[in-house]
């Protein structure tokens, strides 16, 4: 399974859901919602600031991180955003992959 990092921020609505539903309530939500898509949520915290939930979740693959961001900003309650995340391993396969290719330099 691939590492998606989530970032969510609440709009009011938001938040009136996690007032009625608390936070135990939201994350169980959240959780059986990644389940649902295949996934299983590593982390989930609350923050205050710019974004007020950040997620680290296992999916199946980039289809699957797409369809849960597609429904998830669909709802209109938050405004999240996805990252992929690497592994050290992975990431040294992609500096090894880069030392063959040649930046596109304009003539």
């Known amino acids: 399974m691939a590492k998606y990092l989530a970032r969510v921020s609440l709009n009011p609505e938001g938040?009136?859901?996690l007032r009625q539903e608390k936070a135990s309530g939201r994350r169980t939500a959240v959780t059986k919602f990644v389940e649902a898509a295949g996934g299983k949520v590593e982390a989930f915290y609350f923050a205050f600031g710019q974004d007020d939930v950040f997620l680290i979740m296992d999916l199946?693959?980039?289809?699957a991180a797409a369809?849960?961001?597609l429904v998830?900003?669909?709802v209109g309650n938050v405004r999240?955003?996805?990252t992929p995340l690497l592994t050290?391993?992975?990431?040294?396969?992609a500096v090894d992959k880069a030392?063959?290719?040649?930046?596109?330099?304009?003539?």
């Open 15 to 17: 938040i009136r859901l």
């Open 60 to 63: 199946p693959e980039n289809i």
């Open 67 to 69: 369809a849960v961001s």
């Open 72 to 74: 998830n900003n669909s």
């Open 80 to 82: 999240a955003t996805y």
């Open 88 to 93: 050290v391993e992975e990431m040294d396969r």
């Open 99 to 107: 030392t063959t290719l040649s930046a596109p330099v304009p003539r």
